[in-house]
């Protein structure tokens, strides 16, 4: 595709349920970002992956936070035991080069943990 | 830790008019990247300017440029002529070596026509 593809776009989950969220980077880019964005505020960093290796997950809340990229491509978030806190758009970007280059964004999943 | 501050929550700007934005970060760092970046209400961040912090010279995108002054670690956006299309929060955005980026809390500006 032409941009990065997130899905779902919306996901509603009930407090304690786990969710996947996936990510579809840009074809033949090599770094991949997820981040946490709450409302009014600006994108957290989570984690950063370089083709299939987790490079960086300093940004990830808890250990009910789990990311891979088992192919170098495609990458899925997953959370665990859901929280209410855990409610936010959650934004994945990827990027040609290893540093400094722009990053492309995706859409986001908005998740909503009732 | 590297922070980035918008001190700026809201913004507003007349259709055709010029308006800056203000961003200033902390860093000890000598090379890194800055960034603005725009979302709209459909949520995709869309990369408006880049800056890399070895280049003195301010980068420009058509009707967008920036104020690049490293020694007092600021990086403003001045939006020219603006559209109404320009409508969206801004935030700014610095990199590191591993590229990660640290955002501001971000700016909403409004376009009056």
């Not at chain 1, 940004?59 to 789990?66: K, Q, V």
């Not at chain 2, 603005?36 to 967008?64: C, D, G, H």
């Not at chain 2, 007092?72 to 956006?77: E, G, I, Q, T, V």
Request: include cysteine; glycine fraction near 8%.
């Amino acid at each position: 595709g032409a941009g990065v593809s997130q899905s779902p776009r919306y996901k509603v989950a009930k407090r304690g349920q786990d969710v996947a969220l996936r990510c579809d980077p840009i074809s033949g880019h090599v770094s991949l970002f997820w981040y946490q964005q709450a409302l009014g505020q600006g994108p957290e960093f989570l984690t950063y992956f370089q083709n299939e290796a987790q490079l960086d997950k300093s940004g990830l809340p808890s250990d009910r936070f789990f990311a891979e990229r088992p192919e170098g491509s495609v990458s899925t978030l997953k959370i665990q035991r859901t929280q209410q806190e855990d409610s936010a758009v959650y934004l994945c970007a990827s990027s040609l080069f290893s540093r400094g280059g722009p990053q492309h964004f995706g859409d986001g999943t908005r998740l909503s943990i009732l | 830790a590297q922070t980035v501050t918008q001190s700026q929550p809201e913004m507003s700007v007349q259709e055709a008019e010029t308006v800056t934005l203000s961003c200033t970060y902390d860093t000890s760092e000598s090379d890194y990247y800055l960034f603005w970046y725009k979302q709209p209400p459909s949520r995709q961040m869309i990369l408006v300017i880049r800056q890399e912090a070895y280049k003195q010279q301010n980068a420009t995108e058509n009707r967008f440029s920036v104020n690049f002054q490293k020694a007092a670690k600021s990086f403003s956006l001045k939006i020219s002529d603006s559209q109404l299309g320009d409508a969206a929060m801004y935030f700014c955005a610095y990199s590191r070596s591993q590229g990660n980026l640290i955002f501001g809390k971000g700016t909403k500006l409004s376009v009056k026509p």
